[in-house]
C-alpha cells in the first residue's frame, strides 16, 4: 500500500498512517486503502480488535488534503473533491458500524478528517500530546466527516463553542466533547498497543487505568467554564452569540474576537448544521446532510480563499465574502443545505452485511 500501512499482531489488527511530511493528511488513495483494510480485517476471524494510529510522535491525522480539494473545485468545480467526500464519509460510517472493536490512538494532531477517522471508532484514546478540533471555519469550510453528530450528543453548547472558534483542544477537554474516551499518558501507548495483542480494549485499558503509575489527563477548561459557554452559545444566530460573548467581557470577548476572525459565512453555515443535525436520528443521516453542505460551500469564494490565505500563501489574512456575519443571508445559509445536482450521498450497507 502507498501511505496506509497494514500488520496482525496477535489478534490486533493494525492500520497506521504513514504520510508524516504531511502530517498524515489524508488523500482520497489513502481513503480507499483504509477501507479496503477494514473490510480485510472484518473477514479475517484471526483479527479480534482493530487499531488505527498514525506514524510518527506529531499528529494521528491533520485532516484531510484540502489543498488537493481546492484545486479540483478551481479546475473542475469539485468532481474529485464530491468523489472523495463520498468515499471518505463511507468510511467514518464504516469505522462507526465496524463490527470489532477498533481503538484509536489520538495522539499528537488530530483535525477535521483525523477526528472522522478516529471519533466514530468504539474506543478512542487520547494523550499528553493530543491536539484535536475542527479548524473548517479557518478556511471558509464547515466541520464534516460526522463532526456535526458528534458535537451535538451532549447536552450543552460546547460542541458549538468548538465548532464556531476552530480552536483546537487537549485530552481531557476532547472527552468533554465527546470525541475521546480515555486517556492513556503518551509514554504508556507502547504498553497500550502490546496488551491490546492479547486483550480487549476495555481490560487493557481500565488495566492501565488501575496499576501504577495511572494519571489524569492535564485539566481542561471546557468543563468549568459549561455554564457560561451554554448561555453565550444558545439559539440559532450567529451574530447574538458574537454579541453575548463581547458583553461578557474577559475570556467571552476573547472568544468572539475568534469568531470575528473565521468565514463569516463559515461560522453561519456550520451553526444551521449544527441545530438541524441536533435533530437528526443517526450519524449516516448526518454525513448526507454533511456532504450537501460541503459540496455547496466548497463552491463558495470563501473556500478557495480561505485556503490560500492558510495553506498557501500563509499571510493568515483571508478577505472574506461577505466580510461579515450582517451580510450573510438567511438564503445563502438555506441554500447549502439544497440537494446537489450529482445526488445525495448513499452510504453502504453496513460491513458485516457486505461480508455474510
Given at each position: 500500500?502507498?501511505?496506509?500501512?497494514?500488520?496482525i499482531?496477535?489478534?490486533?489488527?493494525?492500520i497506521?498512517?504513514?504520510?508524516?511530511?504531511?502530517?498524515?493528511?489524508l488523500?482520497h488513495?489513502?481513503?480507499?486503502?483504509?477501507?479496503d483494510?477494514?473490510?480485510?480485517?472484518?473477514?479475517?476471524?484471526?483479527?479480534?480488535?482493530?487499531?488505527?494510529?498514525?506514524?510518527?510522535?506529531r499528529?494521528l491525522?491533520a485532516?484531510?488534503?484540502?489543498?488537493?480539494?481546492?484545486d479540483?473545485?478551481?479546475?473542475?468545480?469539485?468532481?474529485?473533491?464530491?468523489?472523495?467526500?463520498?468515499?471518505?464519509?463511507?468510511?467514518?460510517?464504516?469505522?462507526?458500524?465496524f463490527?470489532?472493536?477498533?481503538?484509536a490512538?489520538?495522539h499528537?494532531?488530530?483535525?477535521?478528517?483525523g477526528?472522522?477517522?478516529s471519533?466514530?471508532?468504539?474506543?478512542?484514546?487520547?494523550t499528553d500530546?493530543?491536539?484535536?478540533?475542527f479548524?473548517e471555519v479557518?478556511?471558509g469550510f464547515?466541520?464534516?466527516?460526522?463532526?456535526?453528530?458528534?458535537?451535538?450528543?451532549?447536552?450543552?453548547?460546547?460542541?458549538?463553542r468548538?465548532a464556531?472558534?476552530?480552536?483546537?483542544?487537549?485530552?481531557?477537554d476532547?472527552?468533554?466533547?465527546?470525541?475521546?474516551?480515555?486517556?492513556v499518558?503518551?509514554?504508556?501507548?507502547?504498553?497500550?498497543v502490546?496488551?491490546?495483542?492479547?486483550?480487549?480494549?476495555?481490560?487493557?485499558?481500565?488495566?492501565?487505568?488501575?496499576?501504577?503509575?495511572?494519571?489524569?489527563?492535564?485539566?481542561?477548561?471546557?468543563?468549568?467554564?459549561?455554564?457560561q459557554i451554554?448561555?453565550?452559545f444558545?439559539?440559532?444566530?450567529?451574530?447574538?452569540?458574537?454579541?453575548?460573548?463581547e458583553?461578557?467581557?474577559?475570556?467571552?470577548?476573547?472568544?468572539?474576537?475568534?469568531?470575528?476572525k473565521?468565514?463569516?459565512?463559515?461560522?453561519?453555515?456550520?451553526?444551521?448544521?449544527?441545530?438541524?443535525?441536533?435533530?437528526?436520528?443517526?450519524?449516516?443521516?448526518?454525513?448526507?446532510?454533511?456532504?450537501?453542505v460541503s459540496?455547496?460551500?466548497?463552491?463558495a469564494?470563501?473556500?478557495?480563499?480561505?485556503?490560500?490565505?492558510?495553506?498557501?500563501?500563509?499571510?493568515?489574512?483571508?478577505?472574506w465574502t461577505?466580510?461579515?456575519?450582517?451580510g450573510?443571508?438567511?438564503?445563502?445559509v438555506?441554500g447549502?443545505?439544497?440537494p446537489?445536482?450529482?445526488?445525495d450521498?448513499?452510504?453502504?450497507?453496513?460491513?458485516?452485511?457486505?461480508?455474510?
Amino acid at each position: 500500500m502507498g501511505n496506509i500501512r497494514t500488520e496482525i499482531r496477535g489478534a490486533l489488527g493494525v492500520i497506521t498512517l504513514d504520510r508524516q511530511e504531511a502530517l498524515n493528511a489524508l488523500t482520497h488513495e489513502m481513503v480507499r486503502e483504509m477501507a479496503d483494510a477494514l473490510r480485510a480485517f472484518a473477514g479475517d476471524d484471526a483479527v479480534e480488535r482493530v487499531l488505527i494510529t498514525g506514524a510518527g510522535e506529531r499528529a494521528l491525522c491533520a485532516g484531510g488534503d484540502v489543498v488537493t480539494l481546492r484545486d479540483d473545485v478551481d479546475r473542475t468545480r469539485g468532481q474529485a473533491a464530491a468523489r472523495f467526500w463520498r468515499d471518505e464519509y463511507a468510511l467514518n460510517a464504516r469505522i462507526a458500524r465496524f463490527p470489532k472493536p477498533t481503538v484509536a490512538l489520538q495522539h499528537g494532531i488530530v483535525l477535521g478528517g483525523g477526528v472522522g477517522i478516529s471519533g466514530h471508532a468504539s474506543h478512542r484514546v487520547v494523550t499528553d500530546s493530543t491536539r484535536i478540533g475542527f479548524p473548517e471555519v479557518t478556511i471558509g469550510f464547515v466541520p464534516d466527516v460526522g463532526a456535526t453528530w458528534l458535537l451535538t450528543r451532549h447536552r450543552g453548547e460546547l460542541g458549538t463553542r468548538a465548532a464556531l472558534t476552530g480552536d483546537h483542544f487537549g485530552a481531557a477537554d476532547a472527552i468533554a466533547l465527546g470525541l475521546a474516551d480515555s486517556y492513556v499518558p503518551t509514554d504508556r501507548l507502547a504498553e497500550l498497543v502490546r496488551l491490546l495483542e492479547s486483550t480487549h480494549p476495555d481490560a487493557a485499558i481500565e488495566q492501565l487505568a488501575a496499576e501504577p503509575p495511572a494519571a489524569e489527563p492535564p485539566a481542561g477548561t471546557l468543563e468549568d467554564a459549561q455554564a457560561q459557554i451554554d448561555h453565550a452559545f444558545a439559539g440559532d444566530d450567529a451574530e447574538q452569540i458574537v454579541a453575548r460573548l463581547e458583553a461578557a467581557g474577559g475570556e467571552g470577548r476573547a472568544l468572539a474576537a475568534t469568531i470575528s476572525k473565521r468565514s463569516p459565512f463559515a461560522v453561519a453555515v456550520t451553526l444551521a448544521a449544527l441545530r438541524r443535525a441536533r435533530r437528526l436520528g443517526s450519524l449516516e443521516e448526518a454525513l448526507a446532510q454533511e456532504y450537501r453542505v460541503s459540496r455547496h460551500t466548497s463552491l463558495a469564494p470563501d473556500f478557495s480563499e480561505g485556503i490560500r490565505a492558510q495553506l498557501i500563501d500563509k499571510d493568515r489574512n483571508p478577505t472574506w465574502t461577505p466580510p461579515t456575519l450582517a451580510g450573510v443571508t438567511h438564503a445563502m445559509v438555506e441554500g447549502c443545505f439544497a440537494p446537489v445536482p450529482e445526488g445525495d450521498l448513499e452510504l453502504p450497507a453496513p460491513l458485516a452485511e457486505e461480508i455474510a
